[in-house]
Nanobody, 116 residues
Framework: QVQLVESGGGLVQAGGSLRLSCAAS????????MGWYRQAPGKQRELVAT???????NYADSVKGRFSISRDNGKNTVYLQMNGLKPEDTAVYYC??????????WGQGTQVTVSS
């Protein structure tokens, strides 16, 4: 059984910062890509950022220059540093982990609310 434990969400004023963490544990094969997605009310889930095991990153245009994704391979943990938050960043943020055996795992989601 695999568990993804997310933390770091909350309420922040526009312009503020938050740091999300997601730790994978359990019977997980070697971890490949890790990433963050988000889903706002009434909208589809969208990619925020991904990072490969080797450290290559990819960001949604809407967060480039404000968000930064990183990972600790030894801890199977991925982080999302969010700076310059905007009200439109309000959403439930989900951690995603892909293993080399092709299996894919999702966290339970953490709420991020940005007030104007």
């Amino acid at each position: 059984q695999v568990q993804l434990v997310e933390s770091g969400g909350g309420l922040v004023q526009a312009g503020g910062s938050l740091r999300l963490s997601c730790a994978a544990s359990g019977s997980i094969f070697s971890v490949n890509a890790m990433g963050w997605y988000r889903q706002a009310p009434g909208k589809q889930r969208e990619l925020v950022a991904t990072i490969t095991r080797g450290g290559n990153t990819n960001y949604a245009d809407s967060v480039k220059g404000r968000f930064s994704i990183s990972r600790d391979n030894g801890k199977n943990t991925v982080y999302l540093q969010m700076n310059g938050l905007k009200p439109e960043d309000t959403a439930v943020y989900y951690c995603n982990v892909g293993a080399y055996d092709g299996l894919d795992y999702w966290g339970q989601g953490t709420q991020v609310t940005v007030s104007s």
